[in-house]
């Protein structure tokens, strides 16, 4: 019903900055939070960056400064941008959603979705 799709990821030199992008797709009602989580090998996933519905937003401590979480209502997008990367935000990326859906019987359900995940790749 509903489908989250990243694209931007990639491999970055220490210093350089990459721009995620994730489109959310279906039967949408209405999208609260939007965000961003990432998990590299071997380690838990963790939150990177949220912006609600009305442009509030929050970070995790090792990407303040750094990274920028935006979102466009209309075409439904969540971007991501990130700078001044090093090799501890090596890991895949993956971008969520808390999204009321329409159902067929006139219903409504809120649930949380994910994209694919997209992998960044800081290296020199």
């Known amino acids: 019903q509903v489908q989250l799709v990243e694209s931007g990821g990639g491999l970055v030199q220490p210093g350089g900055s990459l721009r995620l992008s994730c489109a959310a797709s279906?039967?949408?009602?209405?999208?609260?939070?939007m965000g961003w989580y990432r998990q590299a090998p071997g380690q838990e996933r963790e939150s990177v960056a949220v912006i609600t519905s009305g442009g509030t937003t929050n970070y995790a401590d090792s990407v303040k400064g750094r990274f920028t979480v935006s979102r466009d209502n209309a075409k439904k997008m969540v971007y991501l941008q990130m700078n001044s990367l090093n090799a501890e935000d090596t890991a895949v990326y993956y971008c969520y959603a808390d999204v009321t859906v329409s159902l067929s019987t006139g219903y409504r359900r809120q649930r949380v979705y994910w994209g694919q995940g997209t992998q960044v790749t800081v290296s020199s």
């Open positions: 279906g039967s949408i009602f209405s999208i609260n939070d």
